[in-house]
């Protein structure tokens, strides 16, 4: 069943039109990913499915009584007002009901409210006002003005969500989640009945959610019934095809151009028809919009740091009554990918400051490597200069800047980061979230570095970009601390993580793992687990087992233990030796991924052993 159509719309804001007479249909039901390159008009084609902009020609027709409620990218508004009470005004009438009902004590107001919200089903819109805001850890009382633009965020996602309408337009949910509550809204959205259509970056959210797909490209739509990964298959042949009918057009152009340019013999013949059709070939030649090339940037790598870039030993960090981490051991060498993991708030941000030597740790020890040259990617993007151009922005006091040993003009720098000469001699102010994360990324990429630090980066950019830099930050020689929960995006670039995990009244465990999240996943660990003394398999014969608990089997199977936990825990030994070699990364992909996934399956295999042995002893 239809409730959106657009008929032949369009809207134009400049001198290409954002959308050019398109047509689209959203169905009941359907969970539609909306992708397109920043500056697209992505947003813009929301706000039009909310009814919060006209258009300029065509129709968009929606079925008779159908609610459309949209997340906002900007931060919440009513900055006076608690979050409970702005969850409250998103319900419009029977918010307002349940408002004054819990401060009136007048019986025939009472009376009125009362009708208002049983007739609107406002106790259960009160009941999921409370399951979001506790699930999006959001604070009811907390005033919005007194929150951060992140928190922000997070209260316009829940302000669509409460309001269970029949279309749920959603424009990057995932900024500034963790990954505990992006699988809750993964969850969520997928056993939603009604429709839904989202912006993300997020190709794990992505891939888990949606079952069509709707592309913006150079103003027109193209819509995909398939998951992601068909679309990327299709989308490739639709370019191909593209690229095709243009060359067979322009072949026929210069054609019919060579025809037309002849003497006067030809002139007494020539059919006005084929004069007309000429005219419609170079206009649409004229008009022919391009895809913007492609995102290009290589990493400015300085000279190779030691051998060893952090080495931490029982490290532990109080901050107030928060304990960030306690008895950390770890050690970081060069050409590792490191990703740290763990919910908002928990210290994530702090604990890189303490690896990088930036604070002093109230124990234990942190020791940082010879010749370390770092660069820092902001979270919060405060190294923009607003007032200032774009071009300032990175300029380091010269119109060049010098890239692995070659010289590069700062315009044409920034044109391999899809910035336009205008938006390069324009104010920085005047950027959106992804392009102003290009500017961080251009300014990054420019700075000789041996380690790289990046705070969330992939927030507000698109697919685009977030394949060139896995790649590139994937062959970086150097090392990377990348705090992130983008799952995919993890996986594809770190080769370890610590996570904070296992909170116990509010302190938590900060663990190390071999590989990216999947890994991490196979090899948590839990609060219950403990391994025995690895002295005790290791050097005592196994013993006699007689308790006739123990089928022949087990017993077998509990005396053989001992020598398989060995065996592991040395070809553990031999493959982490491996992957410490400095040289590691310099080998190609597939042997990198073969190496490492065979390490962490051998963790978790030695988890089993450990396990399986806990348990037969048990029975003795």
Known sequence: MSLIHFDRVSIDFGAKPVLDAVNLTINKGEKLALIGRNGEGKSTLLKIMAGEIPVDDGQVIKQDGIKVAMMKQSAADESESTVRQFLLHALGQVGHALEQYESTTDPQQLARHQQVIDEHHGWDLLQQIEVVTSRLKL??????????????RRINLAAALVQQPDVLLLDEPTNHLDIESILWLQDLVARLHCAVVFVTHDRAFLRHIANGIIELDRGHIHQYVCGYDKYLERREARLAAEVKEWQRLDKKLSQEEIWVRQGIKARRTRSE????????????????????GTTQASINVAEASGKKVIVTHNLGFQYGDQTIVQGLTCKIMRGDKVGIIGPNGVGKTTLVRLLLGELEPDSGSVKLGTGLEVAYFDQLKQAINDEDTVQNNLQLGTDFVEINGKSRHVISYLQDFLFSAEKIRGPASVLSGGERSRLLLARLFARPANVIVMDEPTNDLDMETLDLIQDLLFEFQGTLILISHDRDFIDHVCTQTIVFENPVDGQYQVNEYVGGYEDYLRQRKTPVEAKPEKKTVATEKPKKISDKKLSFNEKYE????????DALESAITTLSNQVCEPDFYSQDAATIKQVTTELAQMEQDLQAAYARWDELEAKT
Do not use: Y
Request: aromatic share 0%.
């Open 273 to 292: 028809s084929r004069v007309r059709d000429l005219v419609a070939l170079r206009e649409e030649r004229k008009n022919r919009r391009q895809q913007s």
């Open 558 to 565: 509990l005396e053989q233990l001992p020598e398989k936990i």
């Open 139 to 152: 604070e009811p009382d907390a005033v919005i003005r007194s929150l951060s633009g992140g928190v922000r």
